[in-house]
């Protein structure tokens, strides 16, 4: 039986952070995270539909999404279509259903991080911040250091949005999943981000999901290869030596070995082509 005896919806974010000063209340976005797995201690639940958090917009070279955007909302949005090659669009995209994308908020989405969520790969890789209460701002790769919940997201600080900034237009992008059916949950995330002047890597990030419980930055792989000509066999050099130190989280499915594979196999394949 649900232990839920209050919903509130307030109409001011002051209102809302005084019900969350209630250790009894949490914050909810379209819930469906909530919905399954409600903490013992909570009894209310606050949402946050009427503070219009789901404004969408392009200021001068940064994007603005709002906290409360639904996943369906931002894979429509075609302001984002031609941005950073449409890495976001796609990510959004494969959220589950129409019917969960239309209730899976962006807040929601970054803080309880699943390794399947799709959203944290893909900001991951771009500069730009998530917005809290109090217009705080912490870097995406800064926030993802840690579980978003363990850092007081959905308690005392309820994410308003994310700032993004936005390409030159120099650069080239990819974003790949893969699971083994069309209905599972991924197994590996991989999104990318490269620019080459006469075949030297000027500038190179990768992200990948999925693999472990937070995303992760190939820092390692992206310092190997910058200032160098891209070959097959140093990135796949770099990839092995980088997975050493990544946590490979278990997964039922298949080895960790077949994960760090399937993964340096899709990277090289992404990279290899724009060139
Ligand atoms: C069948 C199914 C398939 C799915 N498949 C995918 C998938 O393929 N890829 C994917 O990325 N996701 C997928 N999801 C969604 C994902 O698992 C999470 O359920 C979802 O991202 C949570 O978003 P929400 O808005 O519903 O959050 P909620 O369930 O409302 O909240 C989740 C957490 O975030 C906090 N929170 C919510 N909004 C805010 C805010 N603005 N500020 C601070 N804290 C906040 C809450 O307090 C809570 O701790 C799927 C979900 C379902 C049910």
């Known amino acids: 039986m649900s232990k839920i005896k209050k919903f509130y919806r ?5 209102t809302a952070l005084e019900l969350l000063s209630d250790e009894k209340n949490m914050v909810i976005g379209g819930g469906t995270t909530v919905a399954m797995n409600v903490p013992g201690s909570i009894s209310g639940l606050v949402s946050l539909k009427k503070l219009q958090l789901s404004e969408m917009k392009v200021t001068g070279s940064k994007v603005e999404i709002g906290g409360g955007t639904t996943a369906q909302e931002l894979y429509k949005w075609e302001g ?5 090659g449409g890495i976001l669009t796609s990510a959004c995209r494969n959220i589950g259903s129409t019917l969960t994308r239309n209730l899976v908020t962006v807040g929601g989405n ?6 399947w969520s799709d959203i944290p790969v893909v900001l ?8 809290s209460t109090g217009n705080n701002k912490v870097p995406f790769q800064k926030y993802f250091e840690k579980s978003p919940v363990s850092q007081g997201y959905g308690k005392d600080k309820i994410i308003t949005g994310i700032e993004i900034e936005k390409n030159t237009g120099n650069e080239g992008y990819f974003w790949e999943t893969f699971q083994k059916t069309k209905v599972d ?5 991989i999104c990318g981000l490269i620019k080459t002047e006469n075949k030297i890597v000027k500038e190179l990030r990768l992200a990948i999901g999925a693999v472990s419980v937070l995303p992760v930055r190939l820092t390692g ?3 190997a290869l910058i200032g160098k000509e891209l070959t097959e066999s140093a990135l796949r050099e770099a990839l092995k030596k980088e ?3 990544v946590k490979i989280r278990d997964d039922f499915r298949v080895s960790k070995g077949y994960i760090c594979e399937v993964t340096e196999n899709l990277i090289v394949k992404n990279l290899m082509k724009g060139l």
């Open 243 to 245: 997975f050493e130190n």
């Open 124 to 131: 991951m890789l771009l500069d730009g911040n998530v917005v």
């Open 110 to 115: 970054i803080v309880s991080v699943f390794p």
């Open 80 to 84: 984002i279509n031609n941005v950073w």
């Open 10 to 14: 307030p109409e001011n974010l002051d």
């Open 221 to 223: 792989v992206e310092n």
């Open 185 to 189: 949950f991924a197994m590996t995330t």
